[in-house]
């Protein structure tokens, strides 16, 4: 069942369509009186923004009310039609089955292309020597031959099974503490927790990673350079004229900021991309933060160790298996 994006209310209806699919009219939600679902109206780059922004709303949507049928003029649904020849067949009816069936299928497709995604983006960060050097070493060269196209396929299923298996450990701890929680509170739920579905997990953390592997990408494009000289006080005008102990004491904070010492793969990828997870955790599970950020150590203790194991067969040397442990690894 649909719910309000702003309240999470349930709704049996988020729009009603009038003689043409353009034609419609957003519900109103009685418990909150916004609209249920402003985002039936956007498009596909408005919902991609603010999903790279974490808005909430937009996670419901998603989640929610991506499929949810609109009621039409004379007060029938799509559902309806679709109900009746299944009735006159004798066959069951069990649309949140097939709502359910539906979903895991649309979390195998994002699945798969995001972990595509994310394995060209290690891949490009695990090649240690440029195409452009090999060509002049070689002019015959060419950047797709047998061995680097072995080296990505074995990099895409190392990311494939990473990713089942972090997925994996997080639906086991949310099983958990969903469990705990549940004989706590003596079966106490809020309208979203009586939504859940296990297939809203993956389908969440999925949504999530947008926003990391967006600025994983903007890094692989525009890498930062390894060649940047550590600050002296002569640097900048402002430094010289505070005291000279003072002056030491900033150079060595903003010596940390550096290309050569900061490594910004590592914080996008584990720190925006486990505090992008919690936030998606907690739309689905509307729990404490603390136990989402537990969740999410589960998943990582997880990731971790099936990321050791495979590293041996993911590196050819022990260069790339220690850069793959450092890009799995939190």
């Not at 009685?30 to 596909?44: G, I, K, L, R």
């Not at 299923?157 to 503490?177: D, K, Q, R």
Request: aromatic share 12%; proline share 5%; glycine share 6%.
């Amino acid at each position: 069942m649909p719910v309000c994006t702003t309240c999470t209310h349930w709704l049996p209806h988020l729009y009603t369509v009038y003689q043409s699919a353009y034609n419609l009219r957003l519900e109103q939600c009685p418990n909150c009186h916004s609209f249920a679902d402003p985002y039936v109206e956007h498009d596909e780059l408005t919902l991609v923004i603010d999903l790279l922004l974490l808005k909430r709303a937009v996670y419901r949507h998603l989640l929610y009310n991506r499929d949810s049928e609109p009621r039409r003029e004379d007060g029938t649904t799509a559902e309806d039609d679709n109900e009746q020849p299944k009735k006159a067949r004798g066959i069951p009816t069990t649309l949140q089955d097939e709502r359910e069936l539906s979903r895991w299928r649309l979390v195998l497709r994002l699945g798969l292309t995001l972990t595509f995604v994310d394995a060209f983006i290690r891949w490009s960060h695990l090649s240690v020597q440029p195409a452009s050097i090999q060509l002049e070493e070689s002019p015959n060269f060419s950047p797709w031959n047998i061995g680097t196209i072995s080296g990505f396929v074995k990099i895409f299923l190392g990311c494939c099974i990473e990713t089942v298996s972090f997925h994996a450990g997080v639906i086991i701890a949310c099983y958990v503490v969903l469990r705990a929680l549940h004989l706590r509170l003596g079966g106490l739920q809020s309208d979203i927790r009586r939504e859940f579905r296990f297939s809203l997990i993956p389908l969440a953390l999925f949504y999530s990673s947008f926003t990391k592997l967006f600025f994983l990408f903007l890094l692989t494009i525009w890498r930062p350079s390894r060649t940047s000289q550590p600050l002296s006080p002569s640097d900048g005008d402002t430094l010289v004229l505070l005291p000279l102990n003072f002056d030491l004491d900033i150079l060595s904070a903003l010596n940390f900021m550096t290309d050569d010492n900061l490594d910004r793969e590592w914080i996008v990828r584990n720190v925006m991309g486990g505090m992008s997870a919690g936030f998606g955790l907690r739309v689905i599970l509307d729990i404490n933060p603390f136990f989402t950020t537990l969740i999410i150590l589960c998943g990582w203790m997880v990731k971790t160790f099936v990321s050791r194991l495979i590293s041996g067969w993911i590196g050819d040397n022990v260069a790339t298996a220690e850069a793959w442990l450092a890009s799995s690894i939190p």
